[in-house]
């Protein structure tokens, strides 16, 4: 019943910013936790950022803190992660991930979600 449809990846410079969205269907952003994991060729598939319950909070891998921002868009029901300064490390797919019932321990494994997007590219290069 849940969908989620990741856009906005693409090619970007070190040092720049973009915008991805994960449009979720079936469920409000406003009531669930969405989640954003990114996996780099050769690399295990990782947590990069969450929106936990609505705004009950919002967490972080340490490596982004400071430079990504997830935030909700309630009245498109979509979930957006803002990334600055990129690197060249920061390149990977990037997943949008989407449980009702997760506990907040949990968050940081992917494991624990439910429903997935497609994912969508995302490389830092010159």
């Known amino acids: 019943q849940v969908q989620l449809v990741e856009s906005g990846g693409g090619l970007v410079q070190p040092g720049g910013s973009l915008r991805l969205s994960c449009a979720v269907s079936?469920?409000?952003?406003?009531?669930?936790?969405v989640a954003w994991f990114r996996q780099a060729p050769g690399k295990e598939r990782e947590f990069v950022a969450a929106?936990?319950?609505?705004?009950?909070?919002?967490y972080y891998q340490d490596s982004v803190k400071g430079r990504f921002t997830i935030s909700g868009d309630n009245a498109r029901n979509t979930v957006h992660l803002q990334m600055s300064g990129l690197k060249a490390d920061d390149s990977g797919v990037y997943y949008c991930?989407?449980?009702?019932?997760?506990?907040?321990?949990?968050?940081?494994?992917?494991?624990?979600?439910?429903?997935w997007g497609q994912g969508t590219q995302v490389t830092v290069s010159s």
């Open positions: 079936g469920r409000s952003v406003s009531r669930t936790t």
């Open positions: 929106r936990f319950r609505g705004s009950s909070g919002t």
């Open positions: 991930a989407e449980d009702s019932t997760i506990i907040l321990s949990s968050i940081f494994d992917g494991r624990h979600y439910d429903y």
